[in-house]
């Protein structure tokens, strides 16, 4: 009978699929940390976690263990080559928090422009003829170059249209018709889409040591111009960025991910506050979002165990020949 380890509080959703799941026992540790799961992976056959770290030493000190579920997409924190050396499929839960992921980037995106955060201090700080400076502006016509084009880049792509925004994006591993397909304009040079763009959304991995996004390619970016990041932390300068923001080259920032998290309250970032707006990392962690989270990590502890495994929501797929044989239940 596979015992089922889930490492944090999830939407109970999810654990009411491995209880109504036959053949499973469970245990639940809701703090979500390494030293609040670590005592329980002895006996561990399943284990589905959030966003802490899954090292190697935590995967050996893990004996029975024969599945990890991400609840989530991203797997920064896992170990993947200490759990393919075992034979262990690390899954992640594919396309359910996209949607929830652009509509904040598109908030971000609306709230830069419209200056909403800075009209709010306005009026609490007495300052009521701030109004008078003129300085919003209007999204429809802007061009928003989309650095990436998966799930998520084409639902702000979608949503953007229908803020009659021109888009473009970047992507290298798609086709063309991916990009023709939703009227969206193939860049094929990062440098030449941060030239011409109104605003820029960042929707790629972080990708080696160096920002993506430092001073140099924020320098090619249009006076005024916004930049939203809802990817990654370090895929922008911080540094970089609080200087054009503070020299006014950019018309704001808005940015769910940093490169410290929590953030550094001491970042020279920090302290730009005018046009910069900032969220903890929440672009997907809406209610609904959380619950479909929930829900596709546990179905895909139940799947592993029917032999049903979806191979697309595997990270280390050359694992499930073997796995495949010996996870099914009798």
């Known amino acids: 009978m596979p015992h089922i380890l889930i490492a944090g509080n999830i939407d109970p959703a999810g654990v009411e699929v491995l209880r109504q799941a036959p053949g499973f026992t469970l245990q639940q540790v809701a703090e979500v940390s390494v030293e609040s799961y670590a005592p329980y992976l002895a006996e561990a056959d399943g284990l589905l976690i959030r966003t802490q770290p899954l090292t190697a030493k935590e995967i050996a000190a893990a004996p029975r263990l024969q599945i990890v579920s991400r609840h989530g997409v991203g797997y920064d924190s896992v170990d993947v080559n200490a759990l393919t050396d075992r034979q262990i499929p690390l899954t992640i839960v594919g396309d ?25 201090r306005s009026i609490r700080e007495g300052e009521w003829q701030r109004r008078n400076g003129f300085s919003a502006g209007e999204v429809a016509g802007r061009t928003l170059f989309l650095l990436g084009f998966g799930r998520i880049g084409r639902e702000v792509a979608r949503l953007a249209a229908c803020f009659c925004m021109q888009v473009m994006a970047y992507d290298p591993y798609l086709p063309d018709t991916a990009f023709s397909e939703q009227g969206v304009q193939r860049v094929t040079s990062i440098a030449d889409g941060l030239a011409q763009a109104d605003a820029v959304s960042v929707h790629l991995p972080l990708s080696g040591e160096r920002p993506l996004i430092g001073a140099a390619e924020l ?20 540094t ?46 809406t209610a609904e979002a959380a619950r ?24 280390n797929p050359q694992v499930l020949a073997l796995t495949t044989l010996m996870g099914q239940l009798p």
């Open 292 to 315: 479909r989270m929930s829900v596709a990590a546990a179905e895909n502890i139940v799947a592993f165990w029917r032999g049903k495994l979806d191979p697309r929501l595997v990270v």
């Open 240 to 285: 970089a960025l609080a200087a054009a923001l503070e020299r006014g080259h950019l018309g704001g920032a808005g940015l769910d991910v940093l490169r410290d998290e929590p953030a550094d309250l001491h970042s020279p970032l920090l302290a730009q506050r005018d046009r910069l707006i900032l969220s903890p990392h929440s672009a997907g962690l």
């Open 219 to 238: 320098a090619l970016m249009k006076p005024g111009a916004l930049l939203i990041n809802t990817a990654r932390g370090g895929i922008v300068d911080e």
């Open 96 to 120: 359910v928090n996209s949607l929830s992921v652009a509509e904040h980037t598109v908030t971000l995106l609306l709230a830069l422009a419209k200056r909403v955060c800075y009209f709010d």
